[in-house]
């Protein structure tokens, strides 16, 4: 079965820093998609960005960008110029072409002014 | 563009009692997510419907849960009887065809 770590249950950043949150993922599958969603104290989930495991270049999404190592089954969230909205719970997601969607216990992010 | 819409918001009822929850997900959209989300963890996927049908729903405590999706556009999903540890966010979440999915913003459920 398919699994997600996310190995930091807190973070913390001072304001305009970046900072960068881990995921490493378990799977058999050689084909499969990523995600970091946000979810503000709102809890509305938000996807932050996404990633196909078939591309070798790293998503990037404005001051979101992921370290995507396929073969260390790793899947990093680097956050620049860190704001106070960027407060949040963190997941990292898998899913295998929209089924066995797994996330990870997340990483709960305060951002220090 | 509406989004997921979920309702009630919050809910509180007994043990015991019965509970259901409403998601209408993003026009258009043929998959649906059912997810429980307990505090300080990830959600957990109970139930996915492709259209109108079940594509998984191995993790439902079928005893208590269920869900219906009849003619393939909203959703409900119902508790009976309710236990302690159902206390949760109720997520619904719906896709297209790019695997990313779009969250309601959930239905918390505290079971006294």
């Known amino acids: 079965a398919q699994t997600v770590t996310q190995s930091q249950p807190e973070m913390s950043v001072q304001e305009a820093e970046t900072v960068t949150l881990s995921c490493t993922y378990d799977?058999?599958?050689?084909?499969?998609?990523l995600f970091w969603y946000k979810q503000p104290p709102s809890r509305q989930m938000i996807l932050v960005i996404r990633q196909e495991a078939y591309k070798q270049q790293n998503a990037t999404e404005n001051r979101f960008s992921v370290n995507f190592q396929k073969a260390a089954k790793s899947f990093s969230l680097k956050i620049s110029d860190s704001q106070l909205g960027d407060a949040a719970m963190y997941f990292c997601?898998?899913?295998?072409?929209?089924?066995?969607?797994?996330f990870g216990p997340g990483t709960r992010l305060s951002v220090l002014p | 563009e509406a989004g997921v819409a979920q309702s009630p918001r919050y809910k509180i009822i007994e043990k015991r009692q019965s509970v259901a929850f409403w998601c209408n997900p993003i026009?258009?959209?043929?998959?649906l997510y059912w997810y429980q989300q307990i505090l300080g963890q990830g959600p957990k996927l109970l139930i996915q419907f492709q259209n109108n049908g079940v594509v998984d729903d191995s993790q439902l405590p079928k005893d208590r849960f269920s869900a219906e999706r009849l003619k393939g556009v909203d959703s409900t999903l119902k508790i009976q009887p309710a236990k302690l540890e159902d206390s949760a966010v109720y997520l619904c979440?719906?896709?297209?065809?790019?695997?990313?999915?779009?969250f309601g913003p959930g239905t918390r459920l505290t079971v006294l």
């Open positions: 799977t058999s599958e050689s084909d499969y998609y």
């Open positions: 026009s258009g959209h043929a998959t």
């Open positions: 997601a898998y899913t295998y072409y929209g089924q066995n969607f797994v």
């Open positions: 979440a719906s896709s297209s065809v790019t695997d990313t999915q779009y």
